[in-house]
């Protein structure tokens, strides 16, 4: 199992940008597929990328041309960049970890506590 602890998040203006950041314990991190979900209040969890060992990488229609997910294998860590924020992406934000690559929620083991995103009209 891998311990997540997201960071980064906060309050924006619309068309502003955030960086999350998601560290993640263990030796064995480059073997994980990675992947960033969001909730809306009153929303289900959705999917918004997800990024696998060797760095392929899927999002949702909603975030495409706009965030981009990345990782960085030395030091444990996976980015979301989110550029042109919107009002409709303000939620909390998840990192996860898993077998495989999917935009599934109940295919990823290990999930980060969150991190709220806000972004102001």
């Known amino acids: 199992q891998v311990q997540l602890v997201e960071s980064g998040g906060g309050l924006v203006q619309a068309g502003g940008s955030l960086r999350l950041s998601c560290a993640a314990s263990?030796?064995?991190?480059?073997?994980?597929?990675m992947g960033w979900f969001r909730q809306a209040p009153g929303k289900e969890r959705e999917f918004v990328a997800s990024?696998?060992?060797?760095?392929?990488?899927t999002y949702a229609d909603s975030v495409k041309g706009r965030f981009t997910i990345s990782r960085d294998n030395a030091k444990n860590t996976v980015y979301l960049q989110m550029n042109s924020l919107k009002p409709e992406d303000t939620a909390v934000y998840y990192c996860?970890?898993?077998?495989?690559?999917?935009?599934?929620?109940?295919?990823?083991?290990?999930w980060g506590q969150g991190t709220q995103v806000t972004v102001s009209s």
């Open positions: 263990g030796r064995t991190f480059n073997s994980y597929a």
């Open positions: 996860a970890a898993g077998l495989t690559s999917s935009l599934v929620p109940g295919d990823f083991r290990s």
């Open positions: 990024i696998n060992w060797s760095g392929a990488n």
